[in-house]
């Protein structure tokens, strides 16, 4: 089975390199315009040629077609960077991830209450209808309470955890990220819990989809 975290990072490695030994070589310069216009047809030729694995398929259609809508505005060397940059703080030393760990989680959710979210791990949010959490109108998590038993081994977080979002994404995103966690999000609004986004976090990890990366994250 193929590693998602480790093909991404070959996909947008790969691009990068080759974009930067065009500039070597004289044959590209190095302009943004020039840049994500090399990029776009890099990605259109990895399509054709079935280059990568297919679990990436999806984020090289989704550029492909942005780069075709987009044409200068796509932005794909930035894109490919920040990917670049953020996987590489999680799996450059550890290629499999680091294990996550039912404390890690509740060090991270005492954080949350400390910036002044509602935070809330009481209620089974998963295998029903649709729930609804009252708050103070401050940003909220909430955690499924069955999950909070149901995702470990011991200490070890052993299978995907769902957690739902209200309010400042953004600011979930970074404390998330800077705390060890890859969020992968599944909705930005209309999940089971009312008014709240959707974001799984994996074991180690190891997401199967593009995590979400923090607007903050420095790239230079």
């Not at 991404?8 to 840049?35: C, F, R, T, W």
């Not at 953020?86 to 550890?94: L, M």
């Not at 069955?146 to 769902?162: A, I, N, V, Y």
């Amino acid at each position: 089975m193929s590693n998602y975290t480790v093909e991404i990072q070959n996909v947008v490695n790969s691009a990068l390199s080759e974009m930067y030994a065009e500039h070597a070589s004289g044959k590209l310069a190095d302009a943004p315009i020039a840049n994500n216009h090399f990029l776009i047809h890099w990605v259109t030729k990895s399509l054709k040629t079935q280059r990568f694995d297919r679990c990436v398929v999806d984020d090289l259609v989704r550029w492909q077609k942005s780069g075709r809508s987009k044409g200068n505005n796509a932005g794909l060397p930035f894109i490919f960077k920040r990917i670049s940059v953020f996987y590489a703080q999680f799996f450059s030393e550890n290629e499999k991830g680091d294990e996550i760990k039912d404390s890690d989680i509740e060090k991270f959710l005492d954080l949350m209450i400390a910036q002044n979210w509602d935070v809330s791990t009481s209620e089974p949010l998963l295998g029903g209808g649709k729930v609804q959490i009252f708050t103070d109108g401050h940003s909220s998590l909430a955690l499924c309470a069955d999950q909070c038993d149901d995702c470990f081994d011991g200490e070890r977080l052993s299978k995907p955890m769902h957690w739902f979002v209200r309010g400042h994404h953004a600011e979930f995103i970074e404390k998330a990220a800077e705390e060890g966690f890859m969020v992968h999000k599944v909705t930005d609004y209309k999940s089971v819990v009312k008014y709240h986004g959707e974001y799984i976090i994996y074991p180690n990890n190891q997401g199967n989809q593009l995590a979400e990366i923090p607007l903050n994250l420095n790239i230079d």
